[in-house]
């Protein structure tokens, strides 16, 4: 959940090594942004360090894939996968933020709940 500047994570799977997070487009911030931030958390880095994630996927095009489809009515189905800095990340319609860590190659001493 979003709260302020501060992403929490909802999860961390250690058998499927993904961490989770919801995200919450009423909330400060848009989906790409939560995405850099969830990165950034995970690896202990400042998000402005990161790559731009427009180098792999079209934010806007992202933030739109999962926008309502008209006012009130949330997508129900729906989920994006794509690599990002090293990372395996999926969107669901749901608003959930799945970012596997298998492949990544960080710091172990990241946040994990």
């Not at 990340?89 to 001493?109: E, K, L, M, P």
């Amino acid at each position: 959940m979003n709260r302020g500047n501060q992403l929490d994570f909802v999860g961390y799977d250690p058998s499927t090594d993904e961490a989770y997070l919801i995200y919450d487009r009423e909330k400060d911030y848009s989906l790409p942004i939560a995405i850099v931030k969830g990165i950034a958390a995970l690896t202990g880095e400042q998000a402005e360090e990161i790559p731009p994630l427009h180098s792999v996927v079209n934010p806007d095009a992202l933030d739109a894939l999962f926008e309502p489809l008209a006012e009130e009515n949330e997508r129900p189905l729906g989920k994006v996968s794509f690599e990002y800095y090293g990372f395996e990340i999926s969107v669901y319609a749901s608003d959930v933020i799945c970012i596997n860590t298998s492949r990544a190659d960080f710091d172990s001493d990241h946040p994990r709940s």
